[in-house]
């Protein structure tokens, strides 16, 4: 089994190959060796758990993997990457490749067909610029997995893990504590990857929660999301201005339900909770039902 975090052995594969790392695809590759054990320890997978990974890469974090859980489906965008990985991957017969765009797979259909009723967790080096896309889409479609463990840019690990409430917290950050309980594990350093980027990396945990912490009348979902996005959407100002400018509502209104929730009319985004948002969302029943794109 060839070395896939030995620099010399990354190049040999690309020049056989003629593969080339590519911006548009946010390719880094992993080498320092002590990185992807740990990401494949922290997801915490059983000998008969199921994983879906997003962009294997080379294999380096798969083979990791394969040799914790029962069976590894890998869904991977670059058509280029397909024979490297035939090779590479070559002695896992408990692996898989899936060829396709993450965001556009079918992915109820694939863990039904691939891991039955296996417990199933998602592990994956995740390309920075499409983490919140990607997060959202695992989360929203309430999938039947268990945790997801990933590494992203630190500054999103932080965003993503901020608790509702504080400072730190985003629109994101509801949106990740509404679905799961997320933990913030260890930092990675440039130069564990070729190239190396010009940021640091987190490697976080999301432990899906059976339920959400706040109950929600049934089809409001959206419209809550709707109300965080509106709120975060001018996170300088007070609620009551954010919320009325981004949902375009009288004021006045705000103002209203703001009081009817038992909130101070003069409140940030941020000082909110999730369970406060509930409250403001009951008393708003006019909130635009648009999509929960809270990915800011």
């Not at 994983?51 to 990791?64: A, F, R």
């Not at 090779?87 to 992915?107: P, Q, S």
């Not at 919320?243 to 004021?251: M, S």
């Not at 703001?258 to 406060?276: C, F, I, K, N, S």
């Amino acid at each position: 089994m060839p070395n896939l975090t030995d620099l010399s052995t990354i190049r040999d594969l690309c020049a056989r190959y003629g593969f080339s790392l590519s911006k548009e695809f946010g390719q880094n590759f992993i080498i320092n060796p002590g990185i992807c054990p740990r990401i494949a320890e922290a997801a915490g997978i059983g000998p008969d758990w199921g994983v879906l990974e997003v962009g294997p890469g080379i294999g380096v974090l798969t083979e990791q993997l394969c040799q914790r859980a029962a069976k590894v489906v890998s869904v991977e965008v670059d058509q280029r990457l397909q024979p490297l990985l035939a090779e590479t991957m070559a002695g896992h017969d408990n692996f898989k490749l899936v060829m396709g765009d993450v965001l556009k797979v079918d992915l109820k259909a694939l863990l039904a067909a691939e891991f039955g009723g296996r417990p199933v967790a998602v592990c994956a080096n995740l390309p920075y610029y499409i983490t919140s896309p990607i997060l959202m889409r695992l989360l929203e479609e309430k999938l039947p997995i268990q945790n997801i463990t990933v590494m992203v840019q630190k500054e999103a690990a932080q965003r993503l893990c901020a608790a509702p409430g504080t400072r730190q917290a985003g629109a994101i950050s509801y949106a990740v504590a509404y679905y799961a309980q997320p933990r913030l594990l260890f930092s990675v350093q440039p130069g564990s990857f070729y190239p190396a980027p010009t940021v640091t990396s987190a490697v976080i945990r999301l432990d899906v929660r059976p339920q959400p912490p706040v109950a929600l009348p049934a089809g409001q979902e959206r419209a809550y999301f709707a109300l965080i996005r509106a709120a975060f959407s001018q996170r300088r100002k007070t609620a009551a201005n954010a919320i009325a400018n981004g949902l375009q509502l009288p004021k006045a209104q705000v103002l209203q339900a703001l009081e009817a929730a038992g909130l101070d009319p003069r409140v940030r985004p941020e000082q909110l909770t999730l369970q406060h948002y509930a409250a403001l969302a009951q008393a708003m029943p006019g909130v635009d039902n648009a999509g929960p794109d809270v990915v800011h």
